[in-house]
């Protein structure tokens, strides 16, 4: 199974400071029909998780500006400009170009 | 609006067997491939079985495998998730989620206790 390995684990951050989360995978994720299927999921404290960014850089409807991917073959991030309260949780990368699917390990993102 | 509405958790001892269903609504169900995630509390997210859109391909993770089915009923826009001979390690919550390579939907979960 490809291993999705997140960094850090624990991220502090000040409200209005920018956040960035390094998720690298030990195969390439680019399919054989070219896309690559590199997700990134939030999921705030009591809820179920939440899809902001599918396909590596494609930001879901309803997700704000400020969540930002980026990456290729084996190495992703996801980025936050502005850190708002409200984005205190645990995020997650997962892959789906190879069977399984796999997620990362998740990053618990906290106002300091 | 996508909902997915999970039943049939509960506690169980070892080598017992649960059925889990998921109601779906708001949007084309047999459009649609779907899986099981299960999350272990404090833990991480595991993707567990997943079925396309109208049954012919379903496939589950190893630790599973000859134990836990996966089924769809497109005219009652429903999945089910069929677990035998459930193991202490099995003990998770599980989630009805959309999708196969792009989960794009979750249910809140429905938990699984096996304990004796």
């Known amino acids: 199974d490809v291993v999705m390995t997140q960094s850090p684990l624990s991220l502090p951050v000040t409200v209005g400071q920018p956040a960035s989360i390094s998720c690298r995978s030990n195969?390439?994720?680019?399919?054989?029909?070219?896309?690559?299927?590199l997700n990134w999921f939030q999921q705030r404290p009591g809820q179920s998780p939440r899809r902001l960014i599918y396909?590596?850089?494609n930001r879901d409807s309803g997700v704000p500006e400020r969540f930002s991917g980026s990456g290729s073959g084996t190495d992703f991030t996801l980025r936050i400009s502005r850190v708002e309260a409200e984005d205190v949780g645990l995020y997650y990368c997962?892959?789906?170009?190879?069977?399984?699917?796999?997620f990362g390990q998740g990053t618990k993102l906290e106002i300091k | 609006e996508v909902q997915l509405v999970e039943s049939g958790g509960g506690v169980i001892r070892p080598g017992g067997s649960l059925r889990l269903s998921c109601a779906a609504s708001?949007?084309?169900?047999?459009?649609?491939?779907m899986s099981w995630v299960r999350q272990v509390p404090g833990k991480g997210l595991e993707w567990v079985c997943g079925?396309?859109?109208?049954?012919?391909?379903?496939n589950c993770i190893d630790s599973v495998k000859g134990r836990f089915t996966i089924s769809r009923d497109n005219a009652k826009n429903s999945l089910d998730l069929q677990m035998n001979s459930l193991r202490v390690e099995d003990t998770a919550l599980y989630h009805c989620?959309?999708?196969?390579?792009?989960?794009?939907?979750w249910g809140q979960g429905a938990p699984v206790t096996v304990s004796s």
């Open positions: 989620v959309r999708g196969l390579r792009g989960i794009d939907s």
């Open positions: 708001g949007f084309t169900f047999d459009d649609h491939g």
């Open positions: 079925i396309n859109w109208n049954g012919g391909s379903r």
């Open positions: 195969q390439n994720l680019v399919s054989s029909d070219g896309d690559t299927y």
């Open positions: 396909k590596v850089s």
């Open positions: 997962m892959q789906g170009t190879h069977w399984p699917p796999t």
